[in-house]
């Protein structure tokens, strides 16, 4: 098992940042890549970035390209969501996940996900 907690969130302005971390314990040798995932009031669950088990490959989404950055530190079981320039449609939990199957890529589907945090608030007011 892995357990996953998310930190970070928050009440930011527009244009305003911040840092998420996602921090892993338990069965950590079997973490491959991990994604982050947002889900809004209403809406589905949807990819918002990844990385791989090395870092070598980042994947982001439309929609936060350019103004979010993904990162892990494998020695502290932990991976970092930078999150720069803000927009009020940016509010959702924002989740991540662990991928225990693929090294070198990273998937956006969310059935393909592994193990699951509980999530932490971004609210972002215009």
């Known amino acids: 098992q892995v357990q996953l907690v998310e930190s970070g969130g928050g009440l930011v302005q527009a244009g305003g940042s911040l840092r998420l971390s996602c921090a892993a314990s338990?069965?950590?040798?079997?973490?491959?890549?991990v994604g982050w995932f947002r889900q809004a009031p209403g809406k589905e669950r949807e990819f918002v970035a990844g990385?791989?088990?090395?870092?070598?490959?980042?994947d982001y989404s439309d929609s936060v390209k350019g103004r979010f950055t993904v990162s892990r530190d494998n020695a502290k079981s932990t991976v970092y969501l930078q999150m720069n320039n803000l927009k009020p449609e940016d509010t959702a939990v924002y989740y991540c996940?662990?991928?225990?199957?693929?090294?070198?890529?990273?998937?956006?589907?969310?059935?393909?996900?592994?193990?699951w945090g509980q999530g932490t608030q971004v609210t972002v007011s215009s």
């Open positions: 990385i791989s088990w090395t870092g070598g490959v980042t």
């Open positions: 338990g069965r950590t040798f079997i973490i491959y890549a």
């Open positions: 996940a662990v991928d225990t199957r693929t090294l070198h890529t990273v998937v956006r589907q969310t059935t393909w996900y592994d193990y």
